[in-house]
């Protein structure tokens, strides 16, 4: 019998705040209409601020330039159906772009919301993520870290992946 290796599935999410409310989406899922951080998962080739710079277009139409890493968060999610996974985020502070006119958002998302910490907290019922309220808790907290603690070495984009840069 083959052993089965645990893999987290790593997504980006960016906390984008302005004026005391939070850029977050409305998007279908299986369980109905949820409240979510623009977020999503890593893709091949790209550093977790690149993702989540990509995923916050894709979701809202908007540019998004990371500028701090809030945390890094794990969350294990059941559902009815069986699946069981376990999800470990990457969260963005940064700054908030243009927004791109006619721009398309994502499949299943519905719309963008500018919501209060408050407001968020009377709709955990709704949030897709376990991780939301945490991450705004956190940013609203002042954490904050330098970009340059997530390296990401330049195999990763496909450049030099024989050269080992002196990692062990």
Same mark, same amino acid.
């Given at each position: 019998?083959?052993?089965?290796?645990?893999?987290?599935?790593?997504?980006?999410?960016?906390?984008?705040?302005?004026?005391?409310?939070?850029?977050?989406?409305?998007?279908? @899922?299986? &369980?109905?209409?949820?409240?979510?951080?623009?977020?999503?998962?890593?893709? #091949?080739?790209?550093? #977790?601020?690149?993702?989540?710079?990509?995923? @916050?277009?894709?979701?809202?139409?908007?540019?998004?330039?990371?500028?701090?890493?809030? /945390?890094?968060?794990? *969350?294990?999610?059941?559902?009815?159906?069986? &699946?069981? @996974? @376990?999800?470990?985020?990457?969260?963005?502070?940064?700054? %908030?772009?243009?927004?791109?006119?006619?721009?398309? %958002? &994502?499949?299943?998302?519905?719309?963008?919301?500018?919501?209060? *910490?408050?407001?968020?907290? *009377?709709?955990? &019922?709704?949030?897709?993520?376990?991780? %939301?309220?945490?991450?705004?808790?956190?940013?609203?907290?002042?954490?904050?870290?330098?970009?340059?603690?997530?390296?990401?070495?330049?195999?990763? *984009?496909?450049?030099?992946?024989?050269?080992?840069? /002196?990692?062990?």
């Amino acid at each position: 019998m083959a052993k089965h290796r645990w893999k987290p599935n790593v997504t980006v999410a960016a906390v984008i705040e302005r004026d005391g409310r939070f850029l977050v989406v409305e998007e279908e @899922t299986r &369980d109905g209409l949820r409240l979510n951080s623009p977020a999503g998962h890593l893709d #091949p080739g790209e550093s #977790p601020a690149e993702g989540c710079a990509r995923e @916050t277009l894709e979701e809202t139409a908007h540019r998004f330039t990371p500028t701090a890493l809030i /945390g890094i968060y794990m *969350a294990r999610q059941r559902s009815a159906r069986g &699946d069981d @996974t @376990t999800y470990m985020r990457f969260a963005f502070a940064g700054t %908030l772009g243009e927004q791109e006119p006619g721009r398309a %958002l &994502d499949h299943g998302i519905v719309r963008t919301l500018w919501m209060s *910490a408050d407001e968020l907290r *009377a709709s955990r &019922d709704r949030h897709r993520s376990p991780l %939301l309220m945490q991450c705004v808790d956190d940013y609203l907290a002042g954490r904050r870290h330098p970009l340059d603690l997530i390296h990401v070495h330049a195999s990763v *984009a496909g450049k030099d992946p024989n050269h080992d840069e /002196g990692e062990e």
